[in-house]
Each structure stands twice: as structure tokens, then as C-alpha cells.
């Protein structure tokens, strides 16, 4: 099992070293931007350097969205960040799973999903498999609820999406971290990797604010429950000065096991 974290951009390789790191995710470009990405610099270094790649995707992407200046640009944006994330090595490209105005059926969104992953199986699907995450709040989210995540799931499977599984975002969205991994697995039938978060605030809060492992909201050996029974990479989006620390408990309680 990979263990590693969300570090910054400019040198992830020294940021990995630092950490204990065994592999990072990364942008490939400001996450608040509606910028084309561009390979990573030090991909060759990553991997000649054993360490493991994972790119996330910009927050502005919403593929679900009805609004046109929003749903189309998401097309090219997510295109383009998985032709550099494949480019670049990854093992996968994190996306969000979106969401539609409040009043607006998630069905709608639903269908805009299976769209994307249809265009794209035509002409030879993504270079890279892009990993559907589940988010923290929204009414109109579609990967916040298990119910509508299922729903989703009917609507692109067949296109074998991967799935990212954060824990901060399910405590969030008011999901049992108990049985969270069979419940995922149950719906998606795989979990591709893990985002191992505590939470600064309190069960079902539907805020996403992430915390490291020794001073969130979630009990840490259901934290270390989880990755166990996921038994994917794992990758701690905490705050910084804390990662290093997040990484050796979970390596020590994982191999423990």
C-alpha cells in the first residue's frame, strides 16, 4: 500500500523525500484557473525516483452542470488535464463529481456524466483513468449522497471509471466511515484511491475542511480502519506542517496490522 500526500507543485520530489512520501498528487495547473495543463517538469524525477503520481484536477471543473459556459469548458479542461496527467505518468486524474443549481434534478447531471465518458469511450477513452471523488456538501451534489452516487454509477459504469474515496468528505456528508468501504464497493465496485483526511468539524456537518489525523473530529483508528479495508494508495490532503507525521502513523499502524 502507497503512502503519501497532496504536496505543492513546484518541486514534489523534495516535498516527497521530506514526508517519507511514497507517492504525491499534484496540479498540473492553478486549481482555481481555467488553465490548460502542461506535463509535469519532474516526472522523469518521479519516477526514476520510484515515487508514485497522482494529478488532481481543478476545482472549477463541474462536467454536471446544465449551464453551458460552464459544462463544456469542463469537457476540455478535465481532457486536457488527463492528456498531461497520462503524459506526465500518473496513475490517475481526481475529479470531482460535480453538482447542478439548486431546484435542478440530478438526473440531468446524471445524464451530462454518462455524455462525457460516452464522447470520450467513442473516440478511445481518457489516456489516463479519471477517479470520480465523492464531495462534502450540496444539495445538488452528485457524488455527496450514496444514493445519487449510485445513480450516477448506473449511468457510467460501463465505462469503468475509477473512484476516490475521501474520508473528510464522507464524515461531512454524514456517511459511517465504518462501513464506508464496503458500502463504496457495493455501488462502484472498486475504490482507487484513498484521500485519508480528518475533519475539523463534526460528523455531518457538510463541511469540507480537512485536519490532520492527531487533532480532527474522526477517531484515528477508524481512519486507519478504512485504508486497511480499502487497500488502495493512499494520499493525506492535510495541512502541511502535519503530513510527515500523518504519513509514519498510518505506515505504523498499517503495518501493524
Known amino acids: 500500500m502507497l503512502i503519501g500526500a497532496h504536496v505543492g507543485d513546484d518541486d514534489p520530489l523534495n516535498e516527497a523525500e521530506a514526508r517519507g512520501a511514497e507517492v504525491v498528487q499534484v496540479f498540473l495547473a492553478d486549481p482555481k484557473s481555467w488553465k490548460a495543463a502542461t506535463p509535469h517538469p519532474q516526472a522523469e524525477a518521479l519516477r526514476a525516483a520510484g515515487v508514485g503520481l497522482v494529478v488532481h484536477s481543478p476545482y472549477v471543473i463541474n462536467v454536471a452542470s446544465t449551464n453551458n459556459r460552464i459544462r463544456i469548458p469542463s469537457r476540455k479542461l478535465l481532457l486536457s488535464h488527463a492528456e498531461a496527467a497520462a503524459a506526465s505518468g500518473a496513475a490517475g486524474l481526481v475529479v470531482h463529481g ?105 460528523f455531518g456537518s457538510s463541511r469540507d475542511r480537512h485536519a490532520n489525523i492527531a487533532n480532527g473530529t474522526i477517531n484515528p483508528e477508524l481512519l486507519v480502519s478504512v485504508c486497511s479495508a480499502a487497500n488502495a494508495p493512499v494520499v493525506v490532503e492535510t495541512p502541511s506542517e502535519g503530513q510527515a507525521a500523518d504519513i509514519a502513523f498510518l505506515r505504523s499502524r498499517l503495518g501493524a496490522a
Do not use: M
Not at 445524464?111 to 465523492?134: C, D, I, S, T, Y
Not at 475509477?162 to 464496503?182: N, P, W
Not at 472498486?190 to 485519508?196: E, F, G, K, P
Open 98 to 202: 460535480g453538482h447542478v443549481r439548486k431546484g435542478e434534478p440530478e438526473d440531468v447531471g446524471i445524464e451530462n456524466w454518462r455524455k462525457l465518458f460516452g464522447r470520450q469511450h467513442a473516440e478511445g477513452g481518457f489516456p489516463v483513468p479519471v477517479l470520480v471523488e465523492n464531495t462534502a456538501g450540496g444539495d445538488g451534489a452528485l457524488a455527496r449522497r450514496f444514493d445519487v452516487l449510485a445513480r450516477l454509477w448506473d449511468a457510467i459504469g460501463e465505462y469503468e471509471p475509477g473512484f476516490c474515496l475521501d474520508t473528510c468528505h464522507a464524515f461531512a456528508a454524514g456517511e459511517d466511515l465504518g462501513d464506508v468501504v464496503d458500502r463504496v464497493r457495493s455501488i462502484t465496485g472498486r475504490i482507487d484511491l484513498v484521500h485519508l483526511n480528518s475533519s475539523r468539524d463534526p
